[in-house]
């Protein structure tokens, strides 16, 4: 079983920037798509971003476009997300999770959630 640890989240004004760190233990995530999730509250969790196993395909939900983007390390077994120009709508928990190509990893992510880490944008 993969254990995620997302970190990086805080308070930040719209328009400022925060990168985002998830990083798996338990075994290696080299070989899966990985994702980002957020929620907000009281809506449900929703795709933001997911990146295939070796970086070369990367696919964004249409409301981060342009200002999110997702990387990985293999060999630290961590995926990050860098976000710019942060807006009110953006505040949310963020979650990553992975699984065997990005529709896949979008509908039915592999592992237990970890517990997330805040992002909330202020005016």
């Known amino acids: 079983q993969v254990q995620l640890v997302e970190s990086g989240g805080g308070l930040v004004q719209a328009g400022g920037s925060l990168r985002l760190s998830c990083a798996a233990s338990g075994r290696t995530v080299s070989g899966y798509t990985m994702g980002w999730f957020r929620q907000a509250p009281g809506k449900e969790r929703e795709f933001v971003a997911t990146?295939?196993?070796?970086?070369?395909?990367?696919y964004y939900a249409d409301s981060v476009k342009g200002r999110f983007t997702i990387s990985r390390d293999n060999a630290k077994n961590t995926v990050y997300l860098q976000m710019n120009n942060l807006k009110l709508e953006d505040t949310a928990v963020y979650y990553c999770n992975g699984g065997n190509g990005a529709i896949a990893t979008r509908s039915s992510p592999l592992w237990a959630w970890g517990q997330g880490t805040q992002v909330t944008v202020s005016s």
């Open positions: 990146i295939s196993w070796n970086g070369g395909s990367t």
